[in-house]
């Protein structure tokens, strides 16, 4: 392990001097015409005659935007599994499964061996910024704590697979790296998230362990199986992880569990880092500190463009791309990228920061966007809001959702119910509308929208729920751990009547 940290070093060098070069709308523009010139004969190439597109222009003009339905309908659902030169060349053998997190539906996201490729230069760049911050790094000494979703994959046909994209990577890993992971094969295989959780807190601490990877809100639930399975040995990272250098987090906002994790982190020597992994491709990676915005990776295989989310579902909505992004503007992100996505909507949405290099923050999903009353909220809002609401009020927030509560015969007015699970206390239900009223307050001053329709609605309520409701409602529905997300503003009224509906009855059975 003593060798790997001076190369590490020697390539963050040279990657870093790469970086500083770059002009990013020219590189964007390249890897398009190398993603064309790849594609060219597959059968959504020669439909679309990437073999005469010269330009971006030509290429917007060309490739329509598609959702993963109109792939699946178009070009995958007949021949799948066996997905062999249709829209990126050659046989397709891992998907990532994946489902929205309102809808449930799975989803088959193809993935390359170009994919796999790019996906590790991208952990790669993590490295590198971590070095910029850390230049006396000993990260590669240790091993790297990952908390991801089960290794166990589905075998569609001989040779072709799907599962998590934690388990493809953790099955893909060559040998002779393994040893540098935790946990090993036996506890990465196991399905039940509650046994694998409970296994990674009683032998983790057994390790060098010098990186922990995960969604924010999991990794609360691995500190607190830390807890639980050592007690009297404290609650903090150096009781458990003396060496540990870096926590690297993403999927979801960080702003609500920040305090936590500070909490978490206080004595040690490690620091933050928030990147943008997603089943399509790795996106982004933080350079700067939290809420500096992630620099776009520009150079890996994806090619990026941006649609303002206000026409978004238009017959003709004005694309983006780097030369001509602005900064402020939320913007569904659309790509195209080395395992066959071509100008797909992946479901996010994203505001830049920075144009050069780019640098943006995600707002949310393109599901999570609740006007039931014409407030038009976006999940930065509500996340923004809940933070400092909570923050203030000395709450530290495990997990929450927020939806609707429509006008009924009990209640003449509408309004929002905040789902709320703290993990430092169990405030008195008599000041819940204090902090309603704090969150109602900072909504007020986000969002001109939400400001000039809540005065007709009743103020926010909140119900706070006992700790682990979140997680028995996710395994209910049989999403827990792993990269599944609770989702933050549901409007799918269905969806939502049934969380809490759930949420009532945990609230209920704690008094």
Known sequence: MQIATPL???????????L???????????????????????????????????SVEEFQKRVPIRTYEDFWRDYWQDPFPNLNNVTWPGLIRYFCITSGTTTGASKYIPLSTAMERANSRA???????????????????????????????TEHAPGI???????????????????????PPDIALLGDWDVKLSRIAEQGPGEDIRSISGTPSWLVFLIQALVQAHPGRGARAVDFFPNLELLVHGAI???????????????????????????????????????????????????????????????SPTRHWLADIETGVNYALILSNNAGLWSYQIGDTVRFVDRDPPRLLITGRTSYYLSAFGEHLIAEEVETAVAEATGKAGLMVGDYSVGALFPGEEDPLGGHLYIMEFTNAHPDPATLPELGAAIDERLRD?????????????????????????????????????????????????????????A??????EH
């Open 8 to 18: 590490l070093k020697a390539y963050a060098r040279r990657r870093s001097t790469k």
């Open 253 to 315: 906002n960080f702003a609500p569990y920040e305090a936590q994790f500070a909490e978490f982190l206080a004595g040690s020597h490690a620091e933050t880092r928030e990147v943008y992994p997603a089943s399509e491709g790795f996106i982004a990676v933080a350079d700067r500190g939290n809420g500096e915005g992630l620099r776009l990776i520009v150079d890996n295989g994806l090619f990026f463009e941006f649609v303002p989310m206000e026409e978004l579902g238009s017959e």
């Open 504 to 509: 009532q009855q945990a609230a209920a059975a």
């Open 446 to 502: 986000l969002n001109d929208d939400y400001r000039g329709h809540s005065s007709a609605l009743h103020p926010p309520r909140v119900l706070s729920v006992p700790p682990g409701t979140f997680a028995d409602w996710m395994r209910r529905r049989g999403k827990l751990g792993g990269q599944h997300k609770v989702p933050r503003l549901v409007s799918d009224r269905e969806l939502f009547a049934d969380l809490r509906g759930f």
């Open 20 to 54: 500083a070069s770059f002009d990013t709308a020219d590189v964007q523009r390249r890897v398009l015409l190398q993603l064309l010139r790849r594609a060219r004969d597959t059968a959504f190439g020669r439909a679309h005659g990437f073999g005469s597109i010269d």
């Open 123 to 153: 952990g790669l760049d993590v490295l590198v910024h971590h070095l910029a911050a850390k230049p006396k790094s000993r990260l590669l000494d240790g091993k790297a704590l990952m908390l991801g979703g089960s290794s166990a994959l």
């Open 161 to 183: 697979f799907s599962g998590d994209l934690s388990g493809i990577v953790a099955k893909r890993t060559p040998w002779w790296a393994r040893a540098r992971y935790f946990p």
